[in-house]
């Protein structure tokens, strides 16, 4: 039988941590997004939070923002790390001695888009194993787009994202 989950990717011993990476786009880092990362601080020893820099998108804040922003955000969480990437996801990985990606799915909805990406990854890196995440309930309906929707309207946001966020959002309004 072939085994799929020895490798690189594999902890070879129990002198390795485990490491975990949560990767997104994070135009905003949301509370949604706070919820899944402390609960994946306590699953692993080390959770890295990949903000991917994506040239096909113009982003509300710079890939350097955003990184600033999540680093504020987890100043006090020793084993949450953040780290900016573009490229694969399997090669941001494999470069900090993650063998887990960590995703949240908030409702159906997100299953279908979340199965391809975890399979194709699966296909790049066979031992690379994406695990999946609820975040509280309070949490299922927040998504970055709706946040940059309310906002650019005008609406409050408080609540949904980190004050250390909210105060860079409003600071951008101007207000
Ligand atoms: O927050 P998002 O936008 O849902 O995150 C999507 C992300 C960053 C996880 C995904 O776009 C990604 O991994 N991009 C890196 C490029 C890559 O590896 N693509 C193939 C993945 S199947």
New binding site residues.
Partial sequence: MTDTTSGDFARPGPRLDRVAVY?????PLTNGHVDIILRGARLFDRIVV?V?R?PDKTPLFSVEERVAMAREVFAGEPKVEVAG????????ARAHGAHV?V?GLRAVSDFE?EF???L??RR?VPQLETVFMMPAEAYTYIS?RLIREVFALGGPIAGLVPKAVEARMRARRGR
């Fill in positions: 990767p997104g786009t994070f135009d990949g991917l994506n990437f573009e490229g694969l996801l399997v090669d941001f990606v995703r888009y391809q990406m975890a194709m990854n790049l970055s």
